[in-house]
């Protein structure tokens, strides 16, 4: 069975996700996030040094780490190497564009707002607008009907984004937001994230 290690929403979310997509037996670990955006569980760090969600083991054991890349690995699709291409690309602007320079410090307490305040006032403006543009006669990234986990990694950048700034949601972000929070996996999937963000908090 694989095992995800997961902080409810997270960016194992979106691995979270695929999982559930794809029918795939998996066992949760929630764990902690820490300060120094580490996670708090030092024994997370005997699998995953850089003490990181999502960390997720294999059924032979084999030890899975960086959401890219494990998305990546679970892309179900036969796919061109240009699809490919542009799979790896659109995970890259997700991670590098949104994850990293904003929702990451935005959604660490211990962060001065001025670090991340920067890159939502002169960034992310262009960056979104190119994703909706993208988005304006499609309904996944990959123009295929069946999201693949890139669309899963949006969608939780997305959550995030329209949890603390819904005005930031221009109309083709919000419904590739309804569409893929419409997909039969994903109410289940939010579910358990709530469920487990409640128990930890409480
Ligand atoms: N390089 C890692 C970064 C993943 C990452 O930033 N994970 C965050 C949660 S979204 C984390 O584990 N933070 C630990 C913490 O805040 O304690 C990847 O791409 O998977």
């Known amino acids: 069975m694989h095992t995800l290690y997961a902080s409810p929403f997270s960016c194992s979310f979106a691995v979270h996700l695929v999982l559930r997509q794809q029918g795939i037996p998996h066992e949760l670990k929630w764990v902690d996030r820490g300060e120094g955006r580490l996670i708090r569980q030092a024994d997370l760090g005997r699998i995953n040094p850089f003490r990181k969600v999502p960390t997720l083991t294999l059924p032979d054991g084999e030890v899975t780490t960086e959401v890219s890349s494990i998305l990546l690995s679970f892309d179900p699709r036969p796919r061109s190497p240009t699809q490919i291409r542009q799979h790896q690309a659109w995970l890259s602007v997700v991670a590098t564009e949104l994850h990293k320079p904003l929702l990451a410090p935005a959604f660490d307490a211990q962060c001065p707002e001025g670090v991340w305040q920067d890159a939502l006032e002169r960034l992310i403006p262009h960056t979104l607008g190119v994703i909706d543009a993208h988005l304006e006669d499609r309904e996944t990234l990959l123009a295929d009907p069946e999201p693949s986990p890139a669309d899963a990694y949006l969608f939780w950048a997305l959550t995030l984004l329209r949890y603390r700034w819904p005005e930031r949601l221009s109309a083709n ?30």
């Open 173 to 202: 972000l919000a419904r590739f937001h309804a569409a893929y929070g419409a997909r039969p996996w994903t109410g289940p999937t939010l579910a358990i994230e709530q469920a487990a963000r409640i128990a930890r908090s409480g």
